[in-house]
């Protein structure tokens, strides 16, 4: 489950009141922020004893719902194949 609980905070979360948005470490993040793609979004992991579940979603409208989409799965994708260690090193001190 830590590898899980690693990917939800490299992937980070937004909201469009917050004032984080482009300055945030999450490259996710400053991508939506930067682009207006969504209202919000957030990753999340669940933890069972023999299990686990890593979810996300977005609140958006008809408008951006394709972009953001997209933005959302090719970062998730990245994560499978162009991991930056300082991202990574970033999430695991911000799990401490």
Request: glycine fraction near 8%.
């Amino acid at each position: 489950s830590v590898p899980l609980m690693v990917m939800q905070t490299m992937l980070g979360g937004y909201s469009s009141t917050s004032t984080t948005g482009i300055h945030a470490g999450s490259k996710l993040t400053q991508a939506v922020a930067m682009e207006g793609l969504c209202e919000s979004y957030a990753a999340f992991t669940k933890s069972y004893h023999d299990t686990g579940l890593f979810g996300f979603y977005g609140v958006t409208d008809r408008t951006r719902c394709e972009d953001f989409a997209f933005v959302a799965m090719m970062e998730m994708t990245k994560m499978c194949y162009d991991v930056v260690e300082d991202d990574v090193t970033r999430a695991k001190n911000q799990l401490k």
